[in-house]
């Protein structure tokens, strides 16, 4: 096993992140963590001083870019055609998983995800497995359990619960467990067999709940949305996040865009459902659902473009065909597709998604940043598929790949 030096220095190359695209080299600490310099070698030459073992790597002709935040995945799902029968599994089974898709999202350049939604504390112990080096992957963020209605959207991992007083108890159960977010359910959805994707699920008052009992804890709240009652039920108790929002329309765009709330919108998920349908395996009642709500997505699109709705980028990996170590690479470019600038997408995969998770030293290459970087080919800014190919990924400045 290769030992790991004092530091990395990436030099020769172009950086590009969301201030834009310079020459610079990058210096690395894997103790740290941190990206100790950026600059020319006059800038860099001190940080190699301190250190008794450093490794150049050549990246000229090369891009060093941010690793990238993925705002919504759900790691113990291996994008099987239907995914409720993930609940038919041991729980050390879907722990495997988790371990595979960490892996698979890091040696992909994802360097941060949050886990919206698993069994009991399963996603929560995989960020402590991580962050403690049982395990390789990405840093992970994570809600444990959904706070859904019963029997609505995703009561098959949820945390069933009804009225207010249920609601709250449901909330603190998940903080309790050290909930990094709240998951809820505000809107029926696509994959859950008898629910309807639009129709509003838990209500006003259980919303605010929601939203109270996490925020006495400063911890951010996220809501599965797809209609716009839901979506502005949501929005109006004070959610952080609004999740997929596919049937958004201009008033509702603006009222996120009025309170600051961010969107979500997990293009990959219906793209998967709807590209591979009935043929491959997915229920017919989902892939109906799907085709149904892609129809009035590409609006929503435009209705928070012009409102001027913030983004972050979320896959909702690990749902049909959308597959952990694929599913941001294609998100960023359906976002594109959608209308965002490669720019904006980048920014919205990185400082953007940063900020919504609440973390303040991610997603830029600048010194005192978290040592989450990927080595592209093409410069992401101008190119979205700058991500099919990396030459290399560092994760809190551990080599990966």
């Not at 599965?224 to 959610?239: E, L």
């Not at 999740?243 to 961010?262: C, I, N, P």
């Amino acid at each position: 096993m290769t030992e790991t030096p004092d530091l990395y220095v990436l030099a020769g190359g172009r950086v590009a992140d969301a201030t834009g695209t310079r020459d610079a080299d990058v210096v690395l600490s894997p103790d740290e963590g941190r990206i100790v310099a950026v600059g020319d070698d006059a800038e860099t030459e001190a940080a190699r001083e301190d250190a008794d073992d450093v490794e150049t790597v050549d990246v000229s002709g090369s891009v060093v870019a941010p690793g990238l935040v993925d705002s919504h995945v759900h790691l113990m799902m291996d994008s099987r055609p239907d995914v409720a029968t993930v609940d038919t599994e041991s729980r050390e089974m879907l722990s495997y998983r988790a371990a595979a898709n960490l892996r698979a999202n890091v040696e992909a350049g994802v360097t941060t995800v949050r886990d919206l939604g698993a069994p009991g504390t399963l996603a929560l112990d995989a960020g402590t497995a991580v962050e403690t080096g049982v395990l390789e992957g990405p840093r992970v963020l994570a809600c444990g359990q959904n706070v859904v209605m019963t029997g609505g959207h995703g009561h098959w991992f949820g945390r069933e619960a009804d009225g207010p007083h249920e609601v709250r108890k449901a909330v603190r159960e998940q903080l309790k467990r050290g909930a990094d977010v709240v998951k809820c359910m505000a809107t029926g959805g696509v994959l859950t067999e008898g629910a309807q994707t639009g129709a509003p699920e838990l209500t006003p008052e259980e919303l605010a709940a929601v939203v109270d009992a996490a925020s006495a804890e400063n911890v951010p709240t996220s809501a599965h949305a797809h209609g716009q009652r839901g979506i502005q039920n949501a929005v109006r108790a004070g959610i952080t996040s609004v999740e997929h929002a596919t049937f958004m329309d201009r008033e509702t765009a603006e009222l996120l865009a009025e309170e600051g709330t961010y969107w979500v919108p997990t293009a990959s998920a219906l793209e998967g459902i709807v590209e591979n349908g009935v043929e491959g395996g997915i229920p017919e009642e989902a892939v109906e659902k799907a085709e149904d709500a892609q129809e009035r997505f590409e609006r929503a699109w435009e209705h928070a473009l012009d409102a001027g709705v913030t983004v972050a980028m979320g896959t909702d990996a690990g749902t049909p065909f959308n597959v952990h170590g694929e599913n941001a690479r294609r998100e960023i470019e359906l976002m594109c597709d959608y209308g965002m600038s490669p720019e904006a997408a980048l920014e919205a995969a990185t400082v953007t998604g940063a900020e919504l998770l609440g973390l303040d030293d991610t997603g830029l290459v600048e010194p005192g940043y978290r040592a989450d970087v990927v080595v592209l080919d093409a410069d992401p800014t101008e190119d979205a598929s700058a991500w099919r190919e990396s030459e290399a990924v560092f994760a809190a400045g551990r080599r990966i790949v």
